[in-house]
């Protein structure tokens, strides 16, 4: 363990001691939000990114631990161990370096080499591969092992058969293998035709060629996916000289040897039949997992952005699911995201009575007193949110109205979670409810829906699909944790992704609330089935009492440390028991002028807990999104036909890729600020200057209506 620990300590860059410690934390079974919460002084303050990081290459480390292991005694097996092979596995730093160490040693199918050595010609084959000779005929002695029986008839079937031993020992030669692979990824040039002149979105792939070293992930992405459809052919080129030349700078030995035109051909033969197709899938699965990794990470930072967009709260909200044939589906939720009113209306097709269809929501608004209108941005929208912008300028403009990307709705209200909590209603009208819901609270919302449903990403579908949603589960669970969860009020589905809670244990809780009541302490957690000490501990932080009778329980103060927060603040002349919305504010001012390392020495907590248990007490039950801007509200229209150069708006972040920053300005259809124009100076990537949910303005560069495409640019703004 001790190898794999200085391992992580070199590749993290933090202190031994940190991942040591960290390690025991894990491997006690405590999750990754809690021990990024309460054990920071044991950590050394990583955060949850670097925690799961860590959590990843510790895995990966032990994975490669186990598969050294599992050679070494595969090997031995064989009969065929010694010190120096088990000084190279131990050495290798990959799974793709340990691979190409074993693969001599790996059972093969019957191969010309293997058939070779079968008819005895393997000391023949040491022969040439040693180009110790320097005259004679390699011919003649060749002939020596002719063998009938072995049906090996002449000298020539005999030396053909020796370089075919050893062309497949050069083909397995780990170092040879490594240089080989390391040599295409610097000069390889991945080069892709198209299979027809058939139009598609592979167009631009039909004739192309990029050096290996150089393409973008997306790229990767994308050309695997034609090749998938059938739209595109893919190869790697290389300069086949160049290669056999390198292989023969590492291979011969002797330039005055008689076997160097045959070993010349067997290098030749061995890269072309061997090696050249098998190191080029290599490389192409790591140009892959690197950019799944990449759009894998992409995913998961947009989805965590989104996650937290900050809630719009006392609110009551109309929600509107758009459609044609079937009509709007309409849900009506109060201020805490109870359904009030449900309806029907149809105002999306040019033949429906639209005064009647404005009469219908003039009536719910008025009757619930709605204040916003939250319409989904799917089929129909454009039609609704013009009718939605006239009715609103008839009123005087007292609603306003939001487009919410309604990403996952139609799954969500087709799940048995949806009919769990609307048996009543049809799977459109659950559509409503959500999108209603979601500008209330997104994260309460989006939780229900798988998160490769929401769609915030890019080629999510082409990636490993298992690490897709570890990562994404991972970064649920961190966004639920930050931000805490009302104990009182969560949907089972909400907390199952609180640290600790496994599915029957929310079940659990929500069982246990509708039977009991109302939670009134954290401490009565442990009298939920299933809810033991451990399973106590690592979810009690994350959990928040409105108006418990202890202020704490509405914090992320965690109940071990209740006693120490009371000893701190009777110290300083306050106590919890009076801590008045008064007292609190006077709190607030005079933490601001307490000396955090003194308080820490005669409180005996430590700085990262002492600083966080302050920034609680300072604001009690804040949530930490209502710091973040607040969603555009608006209550005119605005048509793509409207926008013309020039012109500078305001808008939304939606979706952040590699090449670029899709912006919802309002005009249903997201505008592209590539990469190159997020900026004046140089941009690495388009996630260090814009995140998911940002408001930025926006100057529009180009319109194209024949493609729906809009150009915009935050340079100079």
Known sequence: MKDI?????????????????????????????????????????????????????????????????????????????????????????????????????????????????????????????????????????????????????????????????????????????????????????????????????????????????????????????????????????????????????????????????????????????????SIEREIRNQLTERAEEQAIKIFGENLGNLLLQPPIKGKIVMGIDPGYRTGNKIAVVDDTGKVLDTGLVYMTLPHHDMDKAKDYLGALIDKHQVEIIAIGNGTGSKETEILVADLIKERNGKVYYVIVNEAGASVYSASSLGSEEFPEFDVALRSAVSIARRLQDPLSELVKIDPK?????????????????????????????????????????????????????????????????????????????????????????????????????????????????????DLNGYSLKDLSPVRINELQKTIEGWDLEELARSSGIGIPTLSDILEELKKPGRDPREELPQPILRSDIMDIQDLKAEMILTGTVRNVVDFGAFVDIGVHQDGLVHISQLASSYVRHPMDVVQVGDIVKVKVLEVDLERSRISLTMRDL
């Open 5 to 277: 620990i200085l391992e992580l300590a070199s590749q993290l860059k933090v202190r031994e001691k940190q991942i040591e410690d960290t390690v025991a934390l894990i491997d006690a079974g405590n999750t990754i939000p809690f021990i990024a919460r309460y054990r920071k002084e044991v950590t050394g303050g990583l955060d949850d990114a670097q925690l799961r990081d860590l959590y990843d290459r510790l895995t990966y480390l032990r994975s490669m631990k186990d598969r050294r292991e599992e050679i070494i005694r595969l090997i031995e097996e064989q009969g065929r161990l010694d010190h120096d092979l088990i000084v190279k596995i131990n050495n290798a730093k990959t799974m793709t370096e340990l691979e190409d160490i074993y693969r001599p040693f790996r059972p093969k199918r019957r191969t010309r080499a293997t058939m070779a050595k079968e008819k005895g010609l393997k000391p023949l084959a040491d022969i040439v591969f040693a180009q110790e000779l320097i005259d004679g005929d390699i011919l003649h002695i060749a002939t020596s092992y002719i063998n009938l029986e072995k049906e090996v008839h002449s000298p020539e079937e005999a030396l053909q058969g020796a370089m075919d031993i050893v062309a497949e020992n050069l083909a397995d030669d780990a170092d040879l293998r490594k240089a080989i692979r390391e040599y295409t990824f610097r000069h390889g040039l991945l080069v892709t035709k198209g299979t027809s002149d058939q139009k598609s979105v592979y167009e631009m792939y039909y004739e192309y060629r990029e050096a290996v070293k150089q393409i973008v992930p997306h790229r990767i992405l994308a050309i695997n996916r034609g090749e998938k459809e059938g739209f595109l052919k893919v190869k790697i080129e290389l300069d086949q000289q160049e290669v056999t030349d390198l292989i023969e700078n590492m291979v011969i030995k002797n330039r005055e040897s008689i076997v160097l035109p045959y070993m010349k051909e067997v290098i030749l033969d061995s890269y072309k039949r061997l090696m050249a197709l």
């Open 453 to 569: 449903a929401i769609g915030v990403g890019q080629y999510q579908h082409d990636v490993n699909q298992k690490r897709l949603s570890d990562t994404l589960q991972g970064v649920v669970e961190d966004c639920v944790n930050s931000v805490g969860v009302d104990l009182n009020t969560a949907s089972s589905s909400l907390l199952q992704y609180v640290a600790g809670i496994s599915k029957t244990v929310s079940q659990n809780i929500v069982a246990y609330r509708e039977e009991i009541g109302k939670f009134s302490s954290r401490k009565e957690l442990l009298k939920v089935k299933g809810l033991g000490p451990k399973t106590f501990e690592q979810c009690a932080g994350f959990l928040r009492i409105p108006g418990a009778a202890n202020l704490l329980d509405n914090t992320a103060v965690h109940p071990e440390s209740y006693d120490a927060t009371a000893e701190l603040l």
